[in-house]
Protein backbone atom coordinates (compact mmCIF):
# COMPACT_ATOMS: atom_id res chain seq x y z
CA UNK A 1 0.00 0.00 0.00
CA UNK A 2 1.42 3.10 -0.93
CA UNK A 3 2.45 5.54 2.08
CA UNK A 4 -0.08 8.13 2.39
CA UNK A 5 1.45 11.41 2.51
CA UNK A 6 1.38 13.50 5.53
CA UNK A 7 1.82 17.13 3.35
CA UNK A 8 -0.57 19.52 4.60
CA UNK A 9 -3.29 20.41 2.13
CA UNK A 10 -3.25 23.44 0.85
CA UNK A 11 -5.47 25.83 3.27
CA UNK A 12 -8.01 28.26 2.74
CA UNK A 13 -7.12 32.13 2.19
CA UNK A 14 -7.45 34.45 5.13
CA UNK A 15 -7.91 37.69 5.18
CA UNK A 16 -5.71 40.47 6.39
CA UNK A 17 -5.87 42.31 8.94
CA UNK A 18 -7.32 45.23 9.53
CA UNK A 19 -9.21 44.87 6.28
CA UNK A 20 -12.12 42.62 7.72
CA UNK A 21 -14.53 42.82 5.21
CA UNK A 22 -13.94 42.64 1.29
CA UNK A 23 -15.10 46.03 -0.65
CA UNK A 24 -18.75 45.13 -1.86
CA UNK A 25 -19.47 45.12 -5.65
CA UNK A 26 -19.13 48.30 -7.17
CA UNK A 27 -22.67 47.68 -8.18
CA UNK A 28 -23.80 48.06 -4.91
CA UNK A 29 -22.48 51.74 -4.46
CA UNK A 30 -22.04 51.20 -1.21
CA UNK A 31 -18.31 52.62 -0.95
CA UNK A 32 -19.52 55.58 -2.34
CA UNK A 33 -21.88 55.97 0.30
CA UNK A 34 -19.76 56.25 3.13
CA UNK A 35 -19.30 59.26 4.66
CA UNK A 36 -15.70 61.02 4.73
CA UNK A 37 -13.44 61.90 7.58
CA UNK A 38 -14.95 65.25 7.58
CA UNK A 39 -18.60 64.59 7.59
CA UNK A 40 -18.78 61.56 9.73
CA UNK A 41 -21.28 61.77 12.64
CA UNK A 42 -20.64 59.68 16.05
CA UNK A 43 -22.26 56.64 16.33
CA UNK A 44 -25.46 57.10 18.96
CA UNK A 45 -25.65 54.65 21.99
CA UNK A 46 -28.80 52.98 19.98
CA UNK A 47 -26.40 51.89 17.12
CA UNK A 48 -23.29 50.85 18.89
CA UNK A 49 -25.92 48.70 21.09
CA UNK A 50 -27.62 47.19 18.41
CA UNK A 51 -24.41 46.24 16.45
CA UNK A 52 -22.94 44.28 19.30
CA UNK A 53 -26.27 42.38 19.79
CA UNK A 54 -25.65 41.52 16.30
CA UNK A 55 -21.99 40.86 17.09
CA UNK A 56 -22.71 38.89 20.03
CA UNK A 57 -25.63 36.90 17.79
CA UNK A 58 -23.47 35.55 15.20
CA UNK A 59 -20.57 34.98 17.77
CA UNK A 60 -23.75 32.38 18.81
CA UNK A 61 -24.39 31.34 15.04
CA UNK A 62 -21.08 30.11 14.52
CA UNK A 63 -20.09 28.96 18.14
CA UNK A 64 -19.84 25.22 16.70
CA UNK A 65 -18.49 25.32 13.49
CA UNK A 66 -15.18 24.66 12.21
CA UNK A 67 -13.19 24.98 9.28
CA UNK A 68 -14.77 22.88 6.26
CA UNK A 69 -12.30 21.29 3.84
CA UNK A 70 -8.38 20.90 3.94
CA UNK A 71 -6.47 19.11 6.60
CA UNK A 72 -7.76 20.34 10.53
CA UNK A 73 -4.80 19.23 12.39
CA UNK A 74 -2.70 21.70 10.23
CA UNK A 75 -5.28 24.30 10.50
CA UNK A 76 -5.24 24.02 14.25
CA UNK A 77 -1.82 24.45 14.70
CA UNK A 78 -1.15 26.93 12.31
CA UNK A 79 -4.37 29.06 12.55
CA UNK A 80 -4.88 29.04 15.77
CA UNK A 81 -8.53 27.27 16.32
CA UNK A 82 -11.69 28.17 14.75
CA UNK A 83 -13.05 29.17 17.71
CA UNK A 84 -10.23 32.46 18.06
CA UNK A 85 -9.52 32.62 14.04
CA UNK A 86 -9.81 35.83 12.10
CA UNK A 87 -12.11 33.39 9.79
CA UNK A 88 -14.83 33.05 12.07
CA UNK A 89 -14.28 37.07 13.00
CA UNK A 90 -15.10 37.68 9.24
CA UNK A 91 -18.22 35.31 9.13
CA UNK A 92 -19.24 37.29 12.08
CA UNK A 93 -18.29 41.13 10.56
CA UNK A 94 -20.07 40.09 7.31
CA UNK A 95 -23.29 39.12 9.17
CA UNK A 96 -23.36 42.30 11.01
CA UNK A 97 -25.42 44.91 8.26
CA UNK A 98 -28.05 44.69 5.62
CA UNK A 99 -26.23 46.24 2.95
CA UNK A 100 -29.13 49.00 2.89
CA UNK A 101 -28.44 49.54 7.12
CA UNK A 102 -26.35 53.37 6.02
CA UNK A 103 -25.66 54.17 9.80
CA UNK A 104 -24.70 49.93 10.31
CA UNK A 105 -22.37 49.77 7.76
CA UNK A 106 -20.85 53.28 8.46
CA UNK A 107 -20.20 52.09 12.57
CA UNK A 108 -18.85 48.75 11.03
CA UNK A 109 -16.33 50.84 8.54
CA UNK A 110 -15.19 53.02 10.61
CA UNK A 111 -13.99 50.83 13.95
CA UNK A 112 -13.58 47.61 12.37
CA UNK A 113 -10.30 48.23 14.00
CA UNK A 114 -11.58 47.91 17.43
CA UNK A 115 -13.31 44.92 16.60
CA UNK A 116 -10.91 43.27 15.46
CA UNK A 117 -8.29 44.16 18.40
CA UNK A 118 -10.99 43.14 21.03
CA UNK A 119 -11.47 39.95 19.43
CA UNK A 120 -7.94 38.74 18.88
CA UNK A 121 -6.25 40.41 21.79
CA UNK A 122 -8.72 41.56 24.58
CA UNK A 123 -11.75 39.16 24.08
CA UNK A 124 -10.30 37.25 27.22
CA UNK A 125 -9.81 40.12 29.60
CA UNK A 126 -13.06 42.18 28.45
CA UNK A 127 -15.48 39.56 28.48
CA UNK A 128 -18.68 42.19 28.04
CA UNK A 129 -18.27 43.28 24.05
CA UNK A 130 -20.74 46.53 25.12
CA UNK A 131 -19.32 47.74 28.07
CA UNK A 132 -15.47 47.79 26.16
CA UNK A 133 -17.08 48.90 23.23
CA UNK A 134 -19.77 51.19 23.52
CA UNK A 135 -18.50 52.31 26.83
CA UNK A 136 -15.43 52.46 27.72
CA UNK A 137 -13.94 52.56 24.20
CA UNK A 138 -16.28 54.87 21.83
CA UNK A 139 -17.99 56.28 24.95
CA UNK A 140 -20.85 56.64 23.00
CA UNK A 141 -23.15 54.54 26.47
CA UNK A 142 -23.18 54.80 29.62
CA UNK A 143 -23.77 52.09 32.20
CA UNK A 144 -27.29 51.24 33.28
CA UNK A 145 -28.84 53.71 35.70
CA UNK A 146 -26.65 56.16 34.45
CA UNK A 147 -26.46 58.88 32.01
CA UNK A 148 -24.49 61.83 30.26
CA UNK A 149 -21.34 63.11 28.96
CA UNK A 150 -19.74 61.83 32.14
CA UNK A 151 -22.02 58.94 33.21
CA UNK A 152 -23.83 60.06 36.29
CA UNK A 153 -25.31 58.51 38.86
CA UNK A 154 -29.51 58.82 37.62
CA UNK A 155 -31.18 60.51 40.60
CA UNK A 156 -32.27 57.23 43.14
CA UNK A 157 -28.81 55.63 42.24
CA UNK A 158 -27.81 53.63 39.68
CA UNK A 159 -29.47 50.18 41.56
CA UNK A 160 -33.33 51.92 41.14
CA UNK A 161 -33.26 55.17 39.38
CA UNK A 162 -36.06 57.18 40.16
CA UNK A 163 -36.95 54.82 42.91
CA UNK A 164 -38.34 52.03 40.59
CA UNK A 165 -40.83 54.50 39.57
CA UNK A 166 -40.01 56.48 37.22
CA UNK A 167 -37.26 56.67 34.29
CA UNK A 168 -34.03 58.31 34.24
CA UNK A 169 -33.82 61.04 31.39
CA UNK A 170 -30.33 59.97 29.14
CA UNK A 171 -30.39 56.17 31.33
CA UNK A 172 -27.72 54.18 29.83
CA UNK A 173 -26.72 56.77 26.95
CA UNK A 174 -24.22 59.46 27.13
CA UNK A 175 -27.61 62.01 26.29
CA UNK A 176 -30.14 63.48 28.48
CA UNK A 177 -30.48 65.46 31.97
CA UNK A 178 -31.03 62.86 34.41
CA UNK A 179 -34.42 64.39 35.60
CA UNK A 180 -36.66 61.38 36.44
CA UNK A 181 -40.04 60.85 34.42
CA UNK A 182 -42.65 59.34 36.77
CA UNK A 183 -44.60 56.48 35.97
CA UNK A 184 -48.62 56.84 35.90
CA UNK A 185 -49.45 57.72 39.63
CA UNK A 186 -46.21 59.16 41.04
CA UNK A 187 -44.76 62.58 41.08
CA UNK A 188 -41.52 63.87 42.82
CA UNK A 189 -38.10 64.49 42.06
CA UNK A 190 -37.61 60.97 43.05
CA UNK A 191 -40.82 59.68 42.21
CA UNK A 192 -41.43 58.80 45.48
CA UNK A 193 -45.02 61.40 46.26
CA UNK A 194 -48.14 59.92 45.00
CA UNK A 195 -50.21 61.94 42.71
CA UNK A 196 -54.20 63.42 43.57
CA UNK A 197 -56.50 60.09 43.00
CA UNK A 198 -53.53 58.13 44.53
CA UNK A 199 -52.95 56.68 47.86
CA UNK A 200 -50.01 55.48 49.34
CA UNK A 201 -49.13 51.94 50.47
CA UNK A 202 -46.18 49.66 51.34
CA UNK A 203 -44.94 47.20 48.78
CA UNK A 204 -42.04 44.44 48.64
CA UNK A 205 -38.92 45.73 51.16
CA UNK A 206 -41.81 47.84 52.75
CA UNK A 207 -40.93 50.57 49.59
CA UNK A 208 -44.43 52.79 48.75
CA UNK A 209 -46.34 52.15 46.02
CA UNK A 210 -49.48 54.42 44.77
CA UNK A 211 -52.43 52.71 44.01
CA UNK A 212 -55.45 54.50 42.53
CA UNK A 213 -57.97 55.91 44.73
CA UNK A 214 -61.90 55.06 44.58
CA UNK A 215 -63.18 57.32 41.62
CA UNK A 216 -64.99 59.12 44.43
CA UNK A 217 -62.22 60.32 46.21
CA UNK A 218 -59.46 63.04 45.57
CA UNK A 219 -57.43 61.73 48.71
CA UNK A 220 -57.42 58.69 50.16
CA UNK A 221 -55.52 56.16 52.97
CA UNK A 222 -57.09 52.98 51.13
CA UNK A 223 -58.88 52.13 47.95
CA UNK A 224 -62.43 52.38 49.06
CA UNK A 225 -64.93 55.17 48.75
CA UNK A 226 -65.00 55.37 52.99
CA UNK A 227 -61.39 56.25 52.96
CA UNK A 228 -61.60 59.40 51.37
CA UNK A 229 -59.71 62.54 53.59
CA UNK A 230 -61.08 64.57 50.16
CA UNK A 231 -64.32 63.92 47.70
CA UNK A 232 -63.62 64.62 44.10
CA UNK A 233 -65.82 66.92 42.57
CA UNK A 234 -69.20 65.89 41.59
CA UNK A 235 -69.22 63.56 45.04
CA UNK A 236 -69.71 65.04 48.35
CA UNK A 237 -69.24 63.20 51.75
CA UNK A 238 -72.07 61.22 53.41
CA UNK A 239 -71.98 58.83 56.19
CA UNK A 240 -68.40 59.04 56.59
CA UNK A 241 -68.16 57.73 52.69
CA UNK A 242 -67.92 59.92 49.32
CA UNK A 243 -71.14 59.49 47.03
CA UNK A 244 -72.28 60.85 44.03
CA UNK A 245 -73.92 64.42 43.76
CA UNK A 246 -76.82 63.64 41.38
CA UNK A 247 -77.24 66.97 39.48
CA UNK A 248 -80.03 65.76 37.56
CA UNK A 249 -82.35 65.93 41.15
CA UNK A 250 -81.99 69.11 41.38
CA UNK A 251 -85.40 71.89 41.37
CA UNK A 252 -84.09 73.43 38.18
CA UNK A 253 -82.56 71.42 35.56
CA UNK A 254 -78.95 72.30 34.58
CA UNK A 255 -79.88 72.05 31.12
CA UNK A 256 -81.81 73.75 28.44
CA UNK A 257 -85.69 73.44 27.94
CA UNK A 258 -84.52 71.16 24.64
CA UNK A 259 -82.38 68.90 26.31
CA UNK A 260 -82.73 66.38 29.47
CA UNK A 261 -80.11 66.18 32.10
CA UNK A 262 -78.64 62.08 32.16
CA UNK A 263 -76.50 61.56 35.67
CA UNK A 264 -73.51 59.92 35.70
CA UNK A 265 -70.70 59.21 38.84
CA UNK A 266 -69.24 62.04 39.48
CA UNK A 267 -70.89 64.60 36.74
CA UNK A 268 -73.83 64.48 34.46
CA UNK A 269 -74.57 64.93 30.46
CA UNK A 270 -77.17 67.19 28.65
CA UNK A 271 -78.59 64.87 26.10
CA UNK A 272 -80.81 66.28 23.06
CA UNK A 273 -84.78 65.57 23.47
CA UNK A 274 -86.60 63.16 20.89
CA UNK A 275 -87.66 65.14 17.73
CA UNK A 276 -90.71 64.78 18.45
CA UNK A 277 -90.89 66.74 22.12
CA UNK A 278 -91.37 70.17 22.89
CA UNK A 279 -89.10 69.90 25.65
CA UNK A 280 -88.49 66.84 27.89
CA UNK A 281 -87.66 65.20 31.13
CA UNK A 282 -85.60 62.17 29.63
CA UNK A 283 -85.32 59.70 26.65
CA UNK A 284 -87.88 58.75 23.64
CA UNK A 285 -90.91 60.46 22.92
CA UNK A 286 -92.98 59.24 26.14
CA UNK A 287 -90.82 61.82 28.38
CA UNK A 288 -92.20 64.93 26.33
CA UNK A 289 -93.53 67.77 27.98
CA UNK A 290 -95.29 68.70 25.04
CA UNK A 291 -95.66 66.59 21.64
CA UNK A 292 -95.11 68.84 18.48
CA UNK A 293 -98.01 69.80 15.80
CA UNK A 294 -99.39 66.72 14.13
CA UNK A 295 -98.69 64.29 17.09
CA UNK A 296 -100.83 63.50 20.07
CA UNK A 297 -99.72 62.60 23.83
CA UNK A 298 -101.29 59.57 24.46
CA UNK A 299 -99.13 58.34 26.79
CA UNK A 300 -96.23 58.98 24.81
CA UNK A 301 -95.89 61.73 21.57
CA UNK A 302 -97.63 59.65 18.38
CA UNK A 303 -97.86 60.68 15.23
CA UNK A 304 -101.91 61.89 14.11
CA UNK A 305 -102.69 59.64 11.31
CA UNK A 306 -104.77 62.83 9.55
CA UNK A 307 -105.97 60.51 6.58
CA UNK A 308 -108.33 58.04 8.89
CA UNK A 309 -110.19 61.39 10.56
CA UNK A 310 -113.67 60.90 9.71
CA UNK A 311 -113.64 64.33 8.02
CA UNK A 312 -111.60 64.39 4.73
CA UNK A 313 -108.53 66.53 4.80
CA UNK A 314 -107.78 66.96 1.46
CA UNK A 315 -109.59 70.16 -0.49
CA UNK A 316 -110.36 68.28 -3.98
CA UNK A 317 -113.01 65.50 -4.91
CA UNK A 318 -110.98 62.75 -6.05
CA UNK A 319 -107.72 63.33 -4.05
CA UNK A 320 -106.01 60.65 -2.28
CA UNK A 321 -104.79 61.15 1.03
CA UNK A 322 -101.24 60.01 2.40
CA UNK A 323 -99.97 60.38 5.82
CA UNK A 324 -96.34 61.26 6.85
CA UNK A 325 -94.98 61.84 10.12
CA UNK A 326 -96.51 64.71 11.36
CA UNK A 327 -98.79 65.65 8.70
CA UNK A 328 -100.27 64.19 5.69
CA UNK A 329 -100.46 65.02 1.75
CA UNK A 330 -103.61 64.73 -0.80
CA UNK A 331 -102.18 64.10 -4.51
CA UNK A 332 -104.39 63.27 -7.84
CA UNK A 333 -104.14 59.42 -8.84
CA UNK A 334 -101.76 59.19 -11.92
CA UNK A 335 -103.42 59.66 -15.20
CA UNK A 336 -105.55 62.88 -13.05
CA UNK A 337 -105.08 66.72 -13.55
CA UNK A 338 -105.39 68.96 -10.75
CA UNK A 339 -108.37 71.63 -11.08
CA UNK A 340 -109.49 74.37 -8.54
CA UNK A 341 -111.49 71.86 -6.61
CA UNK A 342 -111.07 68.48 -8.32
CA UNK A 343 -109.10 65.70 -9.69
CA UNK A 344 -110.07 65.17 -13.93
CA UNK A 345 -109.21 62.47 -15.61
CA UNK A 346 -106.77 63.93 -18.53
CA UNK A 347 -108.30 62.56 -22.03
CA UNK A 348 -106.69 61.88 -25.58
CA UNK A 349 -106.94 65.72 -27.87
CA UNK A 350 -109.75 66.24 -29.39
CA UNK A 351 -112.06 64.50 -26.80
CA UNK A 352 -113.90 65.89 -23.88
CA UNK A 353 -112.44 65.74 -20.39
CA UNK A 354 -114.72 64.02 -17.49
CA UNK A 355 -114.44 64.12 -13.73
CA UNK A 356 -113.70 60.20 -12.91
CA UNK A 357 -113.42 58.87 -9.26
CA UNK A 358 -109.76 58.01 -8.16
CA UNK A 359 -107.91 55.16 -9.82
CA UNK A 360 -104.49 53.82 -8.95
CA UNK A 361 -102.62 55.46 -6.09
CA UNK A 362 -99.39 57.59 -6.88
CA UNK A 363 -96.16 55.18 -5.64
CA UNK A 364 -94.53 56.83 -2.52
CA UNK A 365 -91.34 58.06 -4.19
CA UNK A 366 -93.80 60.54 -6.03
CA UNK A 367 -95.14 61.90 -2.98
Known amino acids: MPERSTAPSRPRPVPASPAL ?14 PDEATKKPASCKHCRELVDKFNQGMADTAKKNFRGGNTTWEEKSLSKYEFSEVRLLEIVESLCESSDFECNCLVEEHEEQLEAWWLRLKKEYTDLFE ?34 GHCSGDGT ?15 ALCTDCMDGYFSSRGI ?33 EDGACVDVDECAAETSPCSAQLYCENSKGTFQCEEC ?25 GQCA ?24 SYVCVCPEGFAETEDACVQMQPAGEAATEESPAQPPSQEDL
Open 132 to 165: WFCVKTLKVCCFPGTYGPDCRECPGGSERPCSGN
Open 205 to 237: EMRPVCTACDESCKMSTGPTNGACAECEAGWVQ
Open 21 to 34: RPPAPAGLGLLLLL
Open 303 to 326: DVDECSLPKGVCPRRGENCYNTPG
Open 274 to 298: DPVCVGCTGKGPGQCRECIPGYTDS
Open 174 to 188: RQGDGSCQCHLGYRG
